[in-house]
């Protein structure tokens, strides 16, 4: 009897720390810190669209990780111009090509666009009552900024969908606002 009686309390000793284990580790894929942090160094930035610009001085936050993806992931939608000369910067990576204000398109924060491989693939965002599908075409990138490559702009944040004109416009929501809570998911 006291044989069963030890052997029952490892079983549960174990399972109590396999639980705790799973727990732990989870937390910790869910959780996404930032990786380090860039010095602020000004240049000629373009404000529009609510944009920031680097400041002297200034420390922003660097991210290699996105949160998790779920069927609803929560994320917040800036507004971005993919056009030639606009403050979105550069070609969009995926294709190295500029795309009209009037395509549904999209970057992704550094985790979520996870080093290309969501490049072409269609996203679902939910906001507003309504939900739409966009092409992801560029990177968000929270890791490098405050350089012309970047347009003097500090790096995305690691939650962001940054959403052409036309994206905010089926969404029903004015591009003044400049930030807006929405959820996501693969198409």
């Known amino acids: ?72 992931t929560h994320a917040k939608l800036t507004v971005n111009c993919f056009e030639e000369n606009c403050d979105g910067g550069g070609p969009s990576e995926c294709d190295n090509s500029y795309h009209s204000d009037k395509e549904m398109v999209v970057a992704l924060s550094t985790g979520w666009y996870a080093g290309g491989s969501r490049c072409h693939q269609m996203i679902r965002i939910h906001a507003n009552g309504r939900s739409v599908l966009a092409k992801v075409v560029d990177e968000c990138d929270s890791v490098n900024g405050c350089d012309d490559e970047h347009d003097f702009q500090p790096p995305c944040p690691n939650n962001i969908v940054d959403a052409s004109p036309a994206v905010w416009k089926a969404l029903g929501i004015s591009t003044d606002v400049g930030l807006y809570p929405v959820t996501w998911s693969d198409a």
């Not at 174990?14 to 860039?38: D, F, I």
């Not at 680097?54 to 949160?67: H, W």
């Open 1 to 72: 009897m006291a044989k069963s009686s030890l052997l029952l309390m490892t079983i549960l000793l174990l399972v109590a720390l396999m639980n705790l284990y799973l727990a732990s580790s989870h937390r910790q894929l869910a959780s996404c810190h930032p990786s380090g942090h860039l010095p602020g160094k000004p240049g000629h930035c373009d404000p529009g669209y609510s944009s920031d610009c680097c400041k002297a001085g200034e420390s922003y936050p660097q991210y290699r990780c996105s949160p998790p993806i779920t069927g609803h």
